[in-house]
């Protein structure tokens, strides 16, 4: 993978990976106002994420599925590293409802 | 013949010298910004500053002006000016308004002051950007603070993006994740929020200086103290989280 395209799929990963940990914790709160505090959040992560994605190539056609195995697979375990250190805290993170 | 009174001991206009006589209310002594913590302002920036009141000023009535962020910073090398405006209604176009008449960027935000006075006491990043700013009128005392973890974890999130993209994101950007971090911390600790206060914690806590931060000179010893200072103050946060939620 040359460099630059390493970095796009670098930042790609870690603006998912914030924009899927705010997803469940939108459904770990009650309360509103925090929730869409996440909400924000979480569509200033999935926009930093397009941004990216429109710059890595294939930008015009879907990723190879290595690639894309390699991207989901990325994005799965840090989402489940983050849901295990809020875990100790926050009841109701259901991880599994994005986990296929 | 009407007759105008004024004591015969002053200051200046002897008798005899010519003066103008006009109603008071016609031309109101014009408010100088107010100044909190900052020792030196170019004079440009002053006028800039005036310039931003006046745009805002006639689109919306309101209860103060705010201004804040790195444009106080001395120098020239800031991206944008950001402006808090506490008004009772929001008014479009005034980011576009302010461009235009200065050339300059700007971030507005809006705040009723009920709000404005709920995010002062639970977030510490309003805090921080009163304790270096302009406005337009004097501000109240801060109200006092208080600790929402869950909302602190919250905004602390957004710091992890320093771990996450430690190599293909800039000096200024590594800065800002970092201050956002010792904020958050120095709240949680109960200690004054200032810009020197939190570059002195960077220091101490994350042994970096701060111009080599916004350089970007930093190395991978500094990112594991930074990972290392993260995780324990997001496990202290989740912890105390899950106390306040369970007793609420």
């Known amino acids: ?41 979480m569509e200033n992560a999935i926009n930093l994420s397009k941004k ?35 875990s100790k805290g926050y009841r109701k993170l259901f991880f599994s409802s994005i986990s296929p | 013949m009407d007759q105008v009174y004024i004591p015969k001991i002053r ?84 980011e ?3 461009k235009e008449k200065t050339k300059i960027e700007t ?20 805090r921080l950007m009163l304790s270096k700013c302009i406005s337009r009128k004097r501000l109240t005392p801060l109200p006092e603070k208080k600790l929402n973890y869950r909302y602190l974890d919250a905004q602390l999130i957004k710091s992890k993006s320093l771990i996450l993209s430690f190599d293909y994101i800039d000096g200024k950007e590594k800065y800002k994740l970092t201050r956002n971090l010792m ?22 806590q994350l042994g970096i200086g701060i111009e080599d931060l916004k350089n970007n000179l930093t190395d991978n010893n500094f990112l594991r103290k930074y990972k290392t200072f993260y995780n324990g103050l997001e496990g202290e946060i989740i912890k105390n989280a899950g106390k306040q939620e369970k007793a609420d």
């Open chain 2, 183 to 204: 904020a958050i911390h120095l709240f949680v600790k109960n200690k004054t929020l200032s810009i020197d206060n939190i570059e002195k914690g960077i220091k101490k």
């Open chain 2, 96 to 98: 576009k308004e302010i």
């Open chain 1, 52 to 86: 990216y994605r429109v710059k890595t190539n294939p930008k015009n056609s879907s990723f190879r599925n290595k690639d894309s195995k390699y991207i989901k697979s990325q994005i799965i375990n840090r989402v489940k590293l983050e849901c295990n250190v809020k």
């Open chain 1, 1 to 41: 993978m040359p460099e630059n395209r390493k970095k796009l799929i670098s930042l790609l990963i870690g603006h998912i990976s914030i924009a899927v940990i705010h997803e469940i914790l939108i459904g770990s709160t009650e309360n509103k106002e925090i929730a869409d505090h996440y909400k924000k959040e």
């Open chain 2, 107 to 126: 971030h507005v935000i809006f705040f009723d002051n009920q709000l404005f006075i709920k995010a002062l006491k639970t977030d510490p990043i309003y």
């Open chain 2, 11 to 94: 200051n200046g206009m002897p008798a005899g010298s010519y003066v103008v006589i006009r109603p008071l209310n016609l031309e109101l002594k014009k408010q100088a910004p107010i100044l909190y913590n900052i020792k030196e302002l170019e004079p440009v920036k002053i006028g800039l500053i005036e310039q931003i009141f006046s745009v805002i000023d006639s689109k919306t009535e309101t209860e103060n002006i705010i201004i804040t962020g790195s444009f106080l910073e001395k120098g020239f090398n800031f991206n944008d000016i950001d402006v808090i405006i506490i008004a009772e209604t929001q008014s479009r176009g005034i």
